[in-house]
């Protein structure tokens, strides 16, 4: 089971950390993603990253502003985000998926936990 936390309130340049904790998993082995979702809009990919943490990818409208990593020892991910824009504004989900490549829609994974709501203020 997927848990994502850290969302909450935060003014446009703000920062925000997520954090996506597995819970009687180890996550060693899975590539892992975040996507989002706002009010009246499809799931979007935000940002991926490899089972062994080595590779990410990302959405053009996170690049250079947020960061995946992943902390197998830890079973969990983050998402650092910098330079929040209002835009950034929506319900964050983890996800896993068992695969060899990093994959960027959501129907290529498996997994899913319960999103984090991020609000950003103009």
């Known amino acids: 089971q997927l848990q994502a936390s850290g969302g909450g309130l935060v003014q446009t340049g703000g920062s925000l950390r997520l954090s996506c904790a597995a819970s009687g998993r180890s996550i060693s082995s899975y590539d892992m993603g975040w996507f989002r979702q706002a009010p009246g809009k499809e799931r979007e990919f935000v940002a991926a990253i490899n089972w062994r943490g080595d590779r990410s990818s990302y959405a053009d409208s996170v690049k250079g502003r947020f960061t995946i990593s992943k902390d197998n020892a830890k079973t969990s991910i983050y998402l650092l985000m910098n330079n929040l824009k209002p835009e950034d504004a929506a319900v964050y989900y983890c996800?896993?998926?068992?695969?060899?490549?990093?994959?960027?829609?959501?129907?290529?994974?498996?997994?899913w936990g319960h999103g984090t709501q991020v609000t950003v203020s103009s």
């Open positions: 996800a896993a998926r068992v695969g060899s490549e990093i994959a960027s829609t959501p129907e290529m994974y498996h997994y």
